[in-house]
C-alpha cells in the first residue's frame, strides 16, 4: 500500500515536498515512480529512482527542478519540487516497479499506486 502526501497550493516559482510512504512489502526491493495527471490529460512520467537510490531518471519537463529521492529505513520516497510552473498543477501519484518490469518511464511496469495528492500552482 502506498500513501502519497504533501500536495497543495502555491504560487508559480515556490516549492513543494511530497512524500510516499509504503507498507506491506519489502520498500527497499522496489524501484520507485512519481507520475502526473492533469485534468483531461494522459497520466505522465515524472521522476523514478532505482530500488538502491543510486538511479535517477526524471522527465524533460521537470528536470533541473524536481528532485527524488528515498529514505529505505523509512519506507518512503520523496519528490522535491521546486521553481514550480503553473504547468505542474496535477494530480500526483506514486507508483512502485519490480525488478525488471519494464522501463521506469512507462506506467505499465508499476503494479502498485497511491491515491494522489493534489498540487496546485497558481500563476
Known amino acids: 500500500q502506498l500513501q502519497a502526501s504533501g500536495g497543495g497550493l502555491v504560487q508559480a516559482g515556490g516549492s513543494l515536498r511530497l512524500s510516499c510512504a509504503a507498507s506491506g512489502r519489502t520498500f527497499s526491493r522496489y524501484a520507485m515512480g512519481w507520475f502526473r495527471q492533469a485534468p483531461g490529460k494522459e497520466r505522465e512520467f515524472v521522476a523514478a529512482?532505482?530500488?538502491?537510490?543510486?538511479?535517477?531518471y526524471y522527465a524533460d519537463s521537470v528536470k533541473g527542478r524536481f528532485t527524488i529521492s528515498r529514505d529505505n529505513a523509512k519506507n518512503t520516497v520523496y519528490l522535491q519540487m521546486n521553481s514550480l510552473k503553473p504547468e505542474d498543477t496535477a494530480v500526483y501519484y506514486c507508483?512502485?516497479?519490480?525488478?525488471?518490469?519494464?522501463?521506469?518511464?512507462?506506467?505499465?511496469?508499476?503494479?502498485?499506486w497511491g491515491q494522489g495528492t493534489q498540487v496546485t500552482v497558481s500563476s
Open positions: 529512482i532505482s530500488w538502491s537510490g543510486v538511479n535517477t
Open positions: 507508483a512502485a516497479k519490480p525488478y525488471l518490469s519494464g522501463s521506469y518511464y512507462h506506467s505499465t511496469a508499476y503494479d502498485d
